[in-house]
């Protein structure tokens, strides 16, 4: 009876998420997490405080990811507006008239440095125009930009699935350095296989082939530093590799390496380098502040990481909430039980860099207050609904995690690991595929699945390490399926009615991807 209450509430998720008339994100992860909260109440016999202390520590944990989501949104609309993103469109469509150079250059390195920088599906929603803008068929390109949008997503938005999706298991930072590096070796070997699939969609056998040599050197141009970042950082990878990817990339199509000769004649609208830098400026920009603020030798990083107390304030039996010098909001001992939970104001990556960015973007690009209006009212529309989604899954993370050994989540990793025993290595990555499927996030789905597979590791004597990196990947590579991502992307390029078509299509890719994480985990990284 305790598995099957364990298990009921992540089986019913999964229904309302892929039924005919699918239940949105933002109702089904409240509606499961109340659910998990009545099971903890009940049949589990949890404490009532304990619950409820942990009910508030969800909803504490939920502003990190939420507040990153704004500040990305913000800045895209930001780019929008200004005309920052039509700029680039026009110089990017320029740099070479090869059809396979641009979906690389656009679709490949670009979006992967943008994943790099803030994640959340915005890669898609931002390369995925400007690839119809250049005259490619709009479904086409959807299916495209969801596949692309794969290999970089684990350590998207800053390593936001990696540092925060596994902070629940309270791993020590080698443990997680090492899964960090597991988890790019596996993308690093599927990114061979993957891009190549995506053009598939687009473009045919034989103009792939004449062009292949472009491909593989901008491929490898964005993972080989992705690859050896992660071996000493688990927050840039995907973001320097995507900048010198998109550098790369870009030279090489200039010089026309690998690429097959067209015989397009149009003259292309050159883009003053005023313009460009200009246009540019804020994306350079973010990246400058991301990388000052995260390299720790350059001491900021321990500067809006100081925990030393600023003042705190009794709350009475709601807890004691307390200030850092570097502003980390903390409640500690929350209804007396023991549980604590707190936010990073300077360091998670919202306030600095994004709305730094876009505030120091709007006085650059003269913006007027309807316009600034208008950026930040849009973002906060479109900021409720991940809000509620991810509250949700918070507070069904911790609820599951409630009872030690006898949790949720202990309950089903044994049962799992008996099922299956050495053999889980084979499935580990669908598991975290299907996170992403239901929840639109990788984040998520680590935060959800995490402290399962660590649970299964641990019971069947496979490495803990190895086993979290599988479900990275597959958070990761669930993203091709999400719903929410496939919806967000046909919005985006206005096709309608197309999303049943799109997910029969990804999930093909989706699947080898897993077989080449199993294949990758058992042949050379056990």
């Given at each position: 009876?305790?598995?099957?209450l364990?298990?009921?509430?992540?089986?019913?998720?999964?229904?309302l998420?892929?039924?005919?008339?699918?239940?949105?994100?933002?109702?089904?992860?409240?509606?499961?997490?109340?659910?998990?909260?009545?099971?903890?109440?009940?049949?589990?016999?949890?404490d009532?405080?304990?619950?409820?202390?942990?009910?508030?520590?969800?909803?504490?944990?939920?502003?990190?990811p939420?507040?990153?989501i704004?500040?990305?949104?913000?800045?895209?609309?930001?780019?929008e507006?200004?005309?920052?993103?039509?700029v680039?469109?026009?110089?990017?469509?320029?740099?070479?008239?090869?059809p396979?150079?641009q979906?690389?250059?656009?679709?490949?390195?670009?979006?992967?440095?943008?994943?790099?920088?803030?994640?959340?599906?915005?890669?898609?929603?931002?390369?995925?125009?400007?690839?119809?803008?250049?005259?490619?068929?709009?479904?086409?390109?959807?299916?495209?930009?969801?596949?692309?949008?794969?290999?970089?997503?684990?350590?998207?938005?800053?390593?936001?699935?990696?540092?925060?999706?596994?902070?629940?298991?309270?791993?020590?930072?080698?443990?997680?350095?090492?899964i960090?590096?597991?988890t790019?070796?596996?993308?690093?070997?599927?990114?061979?296989?993957?891009?190549?699939?995506?053009?598939?969609?687009?473009?045919?056998?034989?103009?792939?082939?004449?062009?292949?040599?472009?491909?593989?050197?901008?491929?490898?141009s964005?993972?080989?530093?992705y690859l050896?970042?992660?071996?000493?950082?688990?927050?840039?990878?995907?973001?320097?590799?995507g900048?010198?990817?998109?550098?790369?990339?870009?030279?090489?199509?200039?010089?026309?390496?690998g690429?097959?000769k067209?015989?397009?004649?149009?003259?292309?609208?050159?883009?003053p380098?005023?313009?460009?830098?200009k246009a540019?400026?804020?994306?350079?920009?973010?990246?400058?502040?991301?990388?000052?603020?995260?390299?720790?030798?350059?001491?900021?990083?321990?500067?809006?990481?100081?925990?030393?107390t600023?003042?705190?304030?009794?709350?009475?039996?709601?807890?004691?909430?307390?200030?850092?010098?570097a502003?980390?909001?903390?409640?500690?001992?929350?209804?007396?039980?023991?549980?604590?939970?707190?936010?990073?104001?300077?360091?998670?990556?919202?306030?600095?860099?994004?709305?730094?960015?876009?505030?120091?973007s709007?006085?650059?690009?003269k913006l007027?207050?309807?316009?600034?209006?208008?950026?930040?009212f849009?973002?906060f529309?479109?900021?409720?609904?991940?809000?509620?989604?991810?509250?949700?899954?918070?507070?069904m993370?911790?609820?599951?995690?409630?009872?030690?050994?006898?949790?949720?989540?202990?309950?089903?990793?044994?049962?799992?690991?008996?099922a299956t025993?050495?053999?889980?290595?084979?499935?580990?990555?669908y598991?975290?595929?299907?996170?992403?499927?239901?929840?639109?996030s990788?984040?998520?789905?680590?935060?959800?699945?995490?402290?399962?597979?660590y649970?299964?590791a641990?019971?069947?004597?496979?490495?803990?390490?190895?086993?979290?990196?599988?479900?990275?990947v597959?958070?990761a590579?669930?993203?091709?399926?999400?719903?929410?991502?496939?919806?967000?992307?046909?919005?985006?390029?206005?096709?309608?009615?197309?999303?049943?078509?799109?997910i029969?299509?990804t999930?093909?890719?989706?699947f080898i991807?897993?077989?080449?994480?199993?294949?990758?985990a058992?042949?050379?990284?056990?």
């Amino acid at each position: 009876m305790a598995l099957t209450l364990s298990l009921f509430p992540i089986v019913l998720l999964i229904y309302l998420m892929v039924k005919r008339n699918s239940t949105p994100s933002f109702i089904a992860l409240p509606l499961i997490a109340l659910l998990v909260y009545v099971l903890q109440l009940t049949y589990f016999d949890q404490d009532f405080m304990l619950v409820n202390a942990n009910v508030i520590s969800g909803i504490i944990a939920t502003q990190t990811p939420v507040t990153i989501i704004f500040g990305a949104i913000l800045f895209n609309r930001m780019m929008e507006i200004s005309g920052s993103i039509n700029v680039l469109r026009r110089w990017l469509s320029n740099i070479n008239p090869n059809p396979i150079a641009q979906l690389m250059i656009i679709g490949w390195a670009f979006a992967f440095m943008i994943e790099g920088a803030s994640g959340f599906g915005t890669p898609a929603a931002i390369a995925a125009p400007i690839l119809v803008g250049l005259g490619f068929n709009p479904i086409k390109v959807a299916v495209f930009a969801l596949v692309m949008n794969s290999v970089p997503v684990s350590f998207g938005a800053v390593g936001t699935p990696t540092w925060f999706g596994f902070a629940p298991l309270n791993l020590d930072d080698e443990t997680l350095m090492d899964i960090g590096y597991k988890t790019a070796f596996i993308h690093f070997i599927a990114g061979f296989v993957i891009p190549v699939m995506a053009l598939r969609f687009v473009s045919s056998w034989q103009e792939i082939r004449k062009n292949l040599l472009f491909i593989y050197l901008s491929i490898v141009s964005c993972t080989v530093p992705y690859l050896l970042l992660a071996s000493v950082n688990y927050e840039f990878p995907a973001l320097v590799g995507g900048a010198v990817g998109l550098l790369i990339s870009i030279l090489l199509a200039n010089q026309g390496i690998g690429l097959r000769k067209t015989d397009s004649q149009e003259a292309a609208e050159r883009v003053p380098f005023v313009t460009l830098f200009k246009a540019m400026l804020p994306t350079l920009l973010l990246i400058g502040i991301l990388i000052v603020t995260r390299i720790h030798q350059l001491g900021l990083k321990a500067l809006l990481n100081d925990a030393t107390t600023w003042f705190s304030v009794s709350l009475g039996q709601f807890g004691q909430f307390e200030v850092s010098r570097a502003l980390i909001l903390s409640l500690k001992n929350i209804l007396g039980q023991g549980v604590s939970d707190s936010y990073k104001t300077l360091y998670v990556p919202s306030l600095i860099p994004f709305i730094v960015t876009v505030l120091i973007s709007l006085a650059l690009f003269k913006l007027n207050g309807t316009q600034s209006k208008s950026i930040f009212f849009s973002t906060f529309q479109q900021t409720k609904k991940p809000f509620f989604a991810l509250i949700g899954a918070l507070i069904m993370v911790k609820l599951m995690l409630l009872g030690g050994e006898n949790s949720m989540v202990q309950t089903i990793g044994r049962d799992f690991a008996a099922a299956t025993g050495s053999n889980w290595t084979y499935f580990s990555a669908y598991l975290g595929a299907i996170g992403s499927f239901f929840s639109g996030s990788n984040t998520v789905s680590n935060l959800t699945f995490g402290g399962i597979q660590y649970s299964i590791a641990q019971t069947t004597a496979l490495s803990v390490p190895l086993i979290l990196a599988l479900q990275s990947v597959g958070g990761a590579m669930g993203n091709m399926v999400c719903i929410n991502n496939v919806i967000a992307v046909c919005s985006v390029l206005d096709v309608k009615n197309q999303e049943g078509t799109i997910i029969k299509k990804t999930v093909v890719p989706m699947f080898i991807y897993g077989v080449i994480a199993a294949l990758v985990a058992t042949l050379i990284l056990s």
